[in-house]
């Protein structure tokens, strides 16, 4: 395994890595489909004051450590590209490592927290604040694992020292999950 | 921050560790937000926290601040559909949604 494989030149056509271009693209749409709904979260909580009591029954202490694995997967996911522009393989591969196991301990205290909720008779159709609970966190749960699935691919791909411009456009989709959970988190958590 | 420039030629590095401290920071201070006595108040607080949380994240971590007009335009195309969607949903609020 070389440990001073250079990233893959893009085709660049405007003068963006086509690659990068793509995913930031891709993003945007993302950007529509959460804003889409926490925008309608937003409007329907104004409405409804009463769902104050339902937030109540969240855990901002769960959620808070699980905002603090996410902020610190994305400070792993960026210095694993920091180190695939510097040449460091090796290193990126297992930033890239810990990036997953932070997804996957994510996941982990997610289901504790879902068992927990479902037990106490707080389901998906409990009232539409639940809903919303569900649909949200679960949308965002979906995209945890497509980004693990994501990740392991690129990381299989990197060992080998290949595509690893992919590093970065893996990465990009990282952060703006950790974006989305940045929103949902006291959306959903906090302003009770 | 100390910025390097990365041998792709075109992300400088910022100081990440010292970003995530201050994320860790913002978190705890939207969390403490979240118990000031005045609801309204609080919230405005817990969202500015959130908003610039995001901010950081987004400029720094995914190097917008960076990138060419062509990607910003990309991702404003995103907020501007959620800002549709927001205009569009209002008057259900606003006159009655569900009575």
Redesign the interface.
Known sequence: MSNHA??LPAKIT???PTG??GI??F??????IF??LI??YI??R??HPEWAEHAAHTS?IVG?IN??VL??S??T???A??AV???KTQRAVGLLGVTWLLGLAFLVIKVFEYTHEIHGGYTILANLFWSFYYLMTGLHALHIIGGLVAIAVVMARARKGKDLQRV?YV??YW??V??VW??L??LLY??? | MNETL???GD?P?SN??A??TV??VL?VL??A??FVGNPVL??VL??S??TV??FL??TI??HLKF??L??RA??L???A??FI??IG??P??VYG?GH
């Open positions: 250079q990233p405007t003068g963006v990068r271009l930031w693209w993003l945007a749409g993302e950007t529509v804003g889409g925008v309608c409007l329907l104004l409405h901002w808070g905002t603090l902020l610190t994305s400070l996911m960026v210095q590209f920091k522009t510097e040449g970065e990465g990009l952060h703006l950790d974006v940045i929103f988190y006291p906090i302003a009770s | 990365g041998h792709d992300h590095h990440y560790v970003v995530w994320l860790v978190l939207g969390i937000a979240g609080g919230a817990v969202f926290v959130a949380k995001a994240v987004v971590y995914m990138e060419p062509l990607v990309i991702i195309c995103g907020l559909c959620v969607v927001l949903l209002i259900d609020i949604f």
